[in-house]
């Protein structure tokens, strides 16, 4: 990938190195270490950070975070940060009472239940080191975390949340007294209390924002492209002082792709968006697709609306989706009748004929091949641009 990072996700990615060399900085400093143990924990973080960040782009670009490669890993980031806080409060706390259940919990939420583990584990050895914990207790954290992470999945299906509270509630209490009599051979009821409370207020915190947290994580895309289509987004307010001809076709070009793409069962929200910023890269002018592609990453758009804008007119590289081909024949018909509206093009029935002469062309010259257009799909589309009553006066 020879692409530049988006600012947004670049942003983030410092932000979760910085908390993690803090976080480590602030415990070598509590317990005096020297320069050499410090060092030493600045190269145990280069370790962790470059199997977190390296699992983090693998898993966006693999569908894995919020099932979309667009994750800029603001709210990872933010629940990290405050994961980040909780583990410096522990630090002050007797030994095998930091929640490592409730944070993998709210980790694997967030992102998954693999970058929930690395995270977690991560948090766990670094407070066992501090406060000189030893195997029974780093191990009791081991085994918590494994079932917060893996309840955070399961619990995503609400008949199974009862049931994992309850099993989430059993275990973080159990787990660290037995590790802690087989660490001393004795039980104490202040741990007891200790992980009963935190227990408590993982459940409480949960159940406040469980809803909230998992419909962000699902319908984040949906969310994200709502908002790159409102008025008072940015790129929208530029593409209407650029021109508002412009502006025009684009918001035209999006209404219809959407509606062609609800007649053959495309995803309607890429071809909205990718149709109303189509021809992005005019802002910056030339070269336009490079400089398209450009913006939609700083903006961190999803890689299917980037991989349309590549594909823009054709010109590079041919449709490769149903929703790249919806939005070009679209484009194309409008640029057609715009181009010739000058020309007495007035009555329907021309403007018929300029359209099934302008898809046919197009298709007779084997655009849409790669796009996974079926002849019956490209009909249906065809016939519903030529029933679409819209004005093309870009003057509206």
């Known amino acids: 990938m020879g692409e530049k990072m988006p600012k947004n996700r670049f942003r983030h990615y410092c932000a979760i190195v910085l908390m993690t060399i803090c976080l480590s900085l602030l415990f070598a400093y509590l317990n005096g270490l020297m320069m050499d143990g410090t060092v030493s924990y600045l190269f145990i973080n280069a370790v962790y950070l470059a199997v977190l960040l390296y699992t983090l782009e693998t898993n966006r670009i693999h569908l894995r975070i919020a099932n979309n490669s667009f994750n800029h890993y603001g709210m990872i980031a933010v629940c ?3 994961c980040c806080i909780v583990v410096t409060g522990c630090y002050f706390l007797p030994a095998f009472t930091f929640p490592a259940a ?11 239940i693999e970058i929930a583990t690395i995270s977690s584990t991560f948090l766990c050895l670094i407070l066992c080191m501090a406060t000189g914990g030893n195997f029974y207790e780093f191990a009791a954290y081991i085994l918590l ?6 309840m955070a999945k399961t619990m995503q299906e609400k008949k199974y949340r009862l049931w994992g509270c309850m099993i989430l509630t059993a275990v973080s209490v159990a787990v660290p007294m037995l590790f802690y009599y087989l660490s001393y051979a004795e039980s104490r009821l202040s741990l007891l209390f200790w992980n009963s409370a935190f227990a408590g207020f993982v459940l409480i915190l949960y159940h406040i924002s469980a809803d909230r ?3 962000k994580t699902a319908y984040s895309k949906i969310d994200f492209i709502e908002k790159i289509l409102k008025e008072d987004y940015p790129l929208v307010q530029d593409m209407k002082n650029y021109s ?3 502006y025009v076709h684009a918001m035209k070009v999006a209404t219809i792709a959407r509606k062609c793409a609800a ?3 495309a995803d309607e929200m890429i071809a909205t968006a990718a149709g109303f910023y189509y021809r992005l890269g005019i802002l910056e002018g030339e070269p336009f697709i490079e400089n398209g592609i450009h913006l939609a990453m700083e903006k961190c758009f999803p890689d299917a609306i980037i991989k349309i804008l590549s594909e823009y007119n054709g010109e590079e590289r041919l449709p490769t989706s149903k929703e790249s081909a919806i939005v070009h024949m679209v ?3 409008l640029k057609k009748i715009e181009l010739l509206m000058g020309n007495n093009l007035s009555s329907s029935w021309n403007q018929d004929m300029v359209i099934y002469q302008t898809l046919n062309e197009l298709s007779a010259t084997g655009i849409y091949d790669e796009s996974g257009l079926s002849m019956n799909q490209f009909l249906k589309l065809r016939e519903l641009l030529v029933r679409e009553e819209i ?3 870009n003057n509206d």
């Open 80 to 82: 990290y940060g405050i």
């Open 102 to 112: 409730g944070i993998a919990l709210f980790l694997g939420i967030c992102s998954n």
């Open 145 to 150: 975390l494994f079932t917060g992470a893996q």
């Open 213 to 215: 947290l998992y419909d």
């Open 244 to 246: 508002k001809a412009e």
């Open 263 to 265: 007649e053959i069962g």
């Open 331 to 333: 484009d194309a018909c």
């Open 391 to 393: 004005s093309y006066d």
